[in-house]
């Protein structure tokens, strides 16, 4: 299990840096093994900033990690490389995550070398044929190619593929699908969907509210680094309880249903008021809290 | 009608050879109407909007005709564009939020942009702050840098910006794309509110999104590998679609409330075609359900029902493009 407990970043600002900027503020949730957790935000709501603390890019200003009941903080060089053998991230921009210079597969071969120097080549292949097939693609089209010669969705999924080849447990999607197409980017969802059946826990992170409604168990909805409502997906969505979630789910643009004549927010002008104190959750029914206002 | 573009045809000019964007496209746009532009990356819609205003170096207009309110756009002819750039056809750019010169307060930078168009600042300024207030901006932001603006606020200040000549034409390239949903929302209601109160004639709005599409547009224009697929008011596009690539898409668009346990979405397999030597025939064959030999000839552009455009065969554009024979057998 991955649990969060009153993490928070806090970065300075100002030119003396003076000012204290809180980037995630008091945030705990946990990530169970088969659950997608969906952490849904605007810009600037902390969201990537969690992600990259889950995978250790970042460090926590206060609270702690852990994984398996260890604490992120003590792990250090061989255990560390166990963590990353367990927890892998996958980000936005897929053309940005290969080196344009090298082939695309070369992402496998670092994997290989930096954790699997003692395997052997047939094994290896085996190995590398399996996490290919799991993400749907064929070794034929994507293998040996340079990184312009395949298109965002293939990009992506080998890069999902790579994060197999490790025994994951659980995945950090950072914005996974938000540069694909809209004909390619659900079948990465779904696949995200198939890997959680075989027990991969994902945090998926968005900012497209039927991305995360249409995959996640459960929701958490971030606004300025703190949490204003968390909870089983079906919840949050069908009875969202803060007027914050209200207010962004009216503002979702759909498909068979126009917006509503009331004049949108504009909950965005200027430079949003950032909280200090994050407001204590309180709950409102069986696996739904709500930020208390 | 406001804008009539007729077989129009604009090749990249590459290494490789010619990339052909746009292939023969034609389209109406009436007074008044926004017309959404969709498809996917690579479709020719950004192509299109830009060559109604101004091909870059790489562009190569082949040949066709665009007209705007009677008059012809001589849009391969950089110099002889200028005139109507900006009073007649304007643009709000894919990267509003990086279009400001940052280095000019916000108010000098329309000062000297009206002067390069021979415009007076000082007397346009009082319908300049009348729209920045409309569009929920105080007249401070004149005096201040892009950089003290946030991106909803830039993308507010480059519409006014962009609109304030009143174009007949605008262009607007995938403008709520970077925008969180409430500033999306904003932005995009905005948008269609200048039309609304005659800031503009008529728009072509360029998204990938369908959804905010939906919301604003009138009419929708599906583009698929630099050829019109389908044009249709925005109901019939997302309700009643007839093209197969046009079905595909919409059902493969999750919105709020669709699980993937109840009700699992699929995308549409394989990859659009190269626009550097495109297959014969309709481009989508490769990956449509319903291709058949006869999809190895081109489908034509037709209307097959009042204000509803397809180019498919199966979608019933043979039945509109040879006339009905007379009696059918009824009884098979």
């Given at each position: 299990?991955?649990?969060?407990?009153?993490?928070?970043?806090?970065?300075?600002?100002?030119?003396?840096?003076?000012?204290?900027?809180?980037?995630?503020?008091?945030?705990?949730?946990?990530?169970?093994?088969?659950?997608?957790?969906?952490?849904?935000?605007?810009?600037?709501?902390?969201?990537?900033?969690?992600?990259?603390?889950?995978?250790?890019?970042?460090?926590?200003?206060?609270?702690?990690?852990?994984?398996?009941?260890?604490?992120?903080?003590?792990?250090?060089?061989?255990?560390?490389?166990?963590?990353?053998?367990?927890?892998?991230?996958?980000?936005?921009d897929p053309f940005s995550s290969y080196n344009p210079i090298f082939k695309a597969d070369r992402i496998f071969s670092m994997v290989r070398s930096e954790f699997f120097g003692d395997v052997d080549g047939r094994t290896w292949a085996?190995?590398?044929?399996?996490?290919?097939?799991?993400?749907?693609?064929?070794?034929?089209?994507?293998?040996?190619?340079?990184?312009?010669?395949?298109?965002?969705?293939?990009?992506?999924?080998?890069?999902?593929?790579?994060?197999?080849?490790?025994?994951?447990?659980?995945?950090?999607?950072?914005?996974?699908?938000?540069?694909?197409?809209?004909?390619?980017?659900?079948?990465?969802?779904?696949?995200?969907?198939?890997?959680?059946?075989?027990?991969?826990?994902?945090?998926?992170?968005?900012?497209?509210?039927?991305?995360?409604?249409?995959?996640?168990?459960?929701?958490?909805?971030?606004?300025?680094?703190?949490?204003?409502?968390?909870?089983?997906?079906?919840?949050?969505?069908?009875?969202?309880?803060?007027?914050?979630?209200?207010?962004?789910?009216?503002?979702?643009?759909?498909?068979?249903?126009?917006?509503?004549?009331?004049?949108?927010?504009?909950?965005?002008?200027?430079?949003?008021?950032?909280?200090?104190?994050?407001?204590?959750?309180?709950?409102?029914?069986?696996?739904?809290?709500?930020?208390?206002? | 009608?406001?804008?009539?573009?007729?077989?129009?045809?604009?090749?990249?000019?590459?290494?490789?050879?010619?990339?052909?964007?746009?292939?023969?496209?034609?389209?109406?746009?009436?007074?008044?109407?926004?017309?959404?532009?969709a498809g996917e990356s690579g479709c020719g819609k950004s192509t299109l909007g830009k060559s109604l205003i101004r091909l870059d170096g790489r562009m190569r207009y082949i040949g066709g005709r665009i007209e705007l309110d009677g008059?012809?756009?001589?849009?391969?002819?950089?110099?002889?564009?200028?005139?109507?750039?900006?009073?007649?056809?304007?643009?709000?750019?894919?990267?509003?939020?990086?279009?400001?010169?940052?280095?000019?307060?916000?108010?000098?930078?329309?000062?000297?942009?009206?002067?390069?168009?021979?415009?007076?600042?000082?007397?346009?300024?009082?319908?300049?702050?009348?729209?920045?207030?409309?569009?929920?901006?105080?007249?401070?932001?004149?005096?201040?840098?892009?950089?003290?603006?946030?991106?909803?606020?830039?993308?507010?200040?480059?519409?006014?910006?962009?609109?304030?000549?009143?174009?007949?034409?605008?262009?607007?390239?995938?403008?709520?794309?970077?925008?969180?949903?409430?500033?999306?929302?904003?932005?995009?209601?905005?948008?269609?509110?200048?039309?609304?109160?005659?800031?503009?004639?008529?728009?072509?709005?360029?998204?990938?999104?369908?959804?905010?599409?939906?919301?604003?547009?009138?009419?929708?224009?599906?583009?698929?590998?630099?050829?019109?697929?389908?044009?249709?008011?925005?109901?019939?596009?997302?309700?009643?679609?007839?093209?197969?690539?046009?079905?595909?898409?919409?059902?493969?668009?999750?919105?709020?409330?669709?699980?993937?346990?109840?009700?699992?979405?699929?995308?549409?397999?394989?990859?659009?075609?190269?626009?550097?030597?495109?297959?014969?025939?309709?481009?989508?064959?490769?990956?449509?359900?319903?291709?058949?030999?006869?999809?190895?000839?081109?489908?034509?552009?037709?209307?097959?029902?009042?204000?509803?455009?397809?180019?498919?065969?199966?979608a019933g554009v043979e039945a509109a493009s040879t006339p009905k024979p007379r009696e059918r057998v009824e009884a098979v």
């Amino acid at each position: 299990m991955l649990s969060l407990r009153g993490v928070s970043k806090t970065y300075s600002v100002g030119a003396f840096g003076g000012g204290r900027l809180n980037a995630v503020l008091d945030v705990s949730f946990d990530v169970h093994p088969g659950e997608v957790l969906s952490l849904i935000g605007e810009s600037g709501s902390g969201k990537t900033t969690i992600g990259r603390m889950i995978l250790r890019l970042t460090p926590l200003s206060a609270g702690t990690i852990s994984y398996d009941g260890i604490d992120l903080a003590t792990l250090h060089r061989h255990r560390l490389k166990e963590y990353y053998r367990h927890v892998q991230g996958v980000f936005q921009d897929p053309f940005s995550s290969y080196n344009p210079i090298f082939k695309a597969d070369r992402i496998f071969s670092m994997v290989r070398s930096e954790f699997f120097g003692d395997v052997d080549g047939r094994t290896w292949a085996a190995k590398l044929d399996r996490a290919l097939e799991a993400v749907s693609l064929n070794p034929d089209d994507v293998l040996g190619k340079f990184p312009h010669q395949l298109s965002g969705g293939q990009l992506q999924r080998l890069l999902v593929a790579r994060a197999l080849l490790l025994d994951i447990r659980y995945l950090v999607a950072d914005e996974i699908i938000s540069m694909l197409d809209a004909s390619t980017r659900i079948d990465v969802l779904n696949l995200l969907a198939d890997l959680k059946q075989r027990g991969l826990g994902i945090v998926f992170i968005t900012h497209d509210l039927s991305l995360g409604n249409y995959i996640s168990d459960t929701t958490v909805i971030l606004r300025h680094g703190a949490i204003v409502e968390m909870g089983a997906t079906v919840k949050v969505f069908g009875d969202p309880r803060h007027p914050y979630t209200q207010a962004l789910l009216a503002s979702v643009p759909q498909l068979h249903t126009r917006w509503g004549a009331e004049e949108a927010a504009h909950a965005t002008n200027g430079s949003p008021q950032r909280l200090v104190e994050a407001a204590e959750l309180v709950p409102v029914d069986d696996d739904h809290l709500v930020a208390a206002q | 009608m406001a804008l009539t573009v007729e077989s129009l045809r604009v090749y990249y000019r590459t290494l490789a050879g010619d990339v052909k964007a746009l292939d023969d496209v034609g389209f109406r746009l009436a007074d008044g109407e926004i017309m959404g532009l969709a498809g996917e990356s690579g479709c020719g819609k950004s192509t299109l909007g830009k060559s109604l205003i101004r091909l870059d170096g790489r562009m190569r207009y082949i040949g066709g005709r665009i007209e705007l309110d009677g008059e012809e756009l001589p849009i391969w002819d950089d110099e002889a564009m200028n005139p109507f750039r900006y009073r007649h056809v304007s643009l709000i750019p894919q990267y509003a939020m990086s279009a400001l010169n940052p280095t000019r307060k916000i108010g000098r930078m329309i000062r000297e942009l009206l002067r390069s168009r021979g415009v007076d600042f000082e007397a346009i300024r009082p319908e300049l702050e009348r729209r920045l207030d409309l569009v929920g901006l105080s007249t401070d932001v004149l005096d201040r840098y892009p950089i003290e603006l946030s991106g909803g606020m830039k993308q507010r200040t480059v519409m006014v910006i962009s609109t304030l000549l009143d174009p007949s034409l605008l262009i607007a390239d995938e403008i709520t794309s970077a925008l969180d949903v409430s500033t999306q929302r904003a932005v995009a209601t905005t948008l269609a509110g200048f039309r609304d109160r005659g800031f503009v004639k008529s728009m072509i709005v360029i998204t990938h999104d369908l959804s905010v599409l939906y919301q604003i547009a009138d009419t929708i224009l599906v583009m698929y590998a630099g050829k019109l697929a389908e044009k249709a008011s925005a109901d019939d596009i997302v309700s009643a679609p007839r093209h197969p690539y046009t079905r595909l898409l919409i059902s493969s668009l999750p919105e709020v409330g669709v699980r993937y346990e109840e009700h699992r979405l699929s995308g549409i397999a394989g990859r659009p075609p190269s626009l550097l030597d495109p297959p014969q025939g309709c481009r989508f064959r490769d990956r449509c359900p319903l291709a058949s030999a006869r999809c190895a000839k081109e489908p034509p552009f037709i209307e097959v029902a009042e204000g509803h455009s397809v180019a498919c065969w199966e979608a019933g554009v043979e039945a509109a493009s040879t006339p009905k024979p007379r009696e059918r057998v009824e009884a098979v």
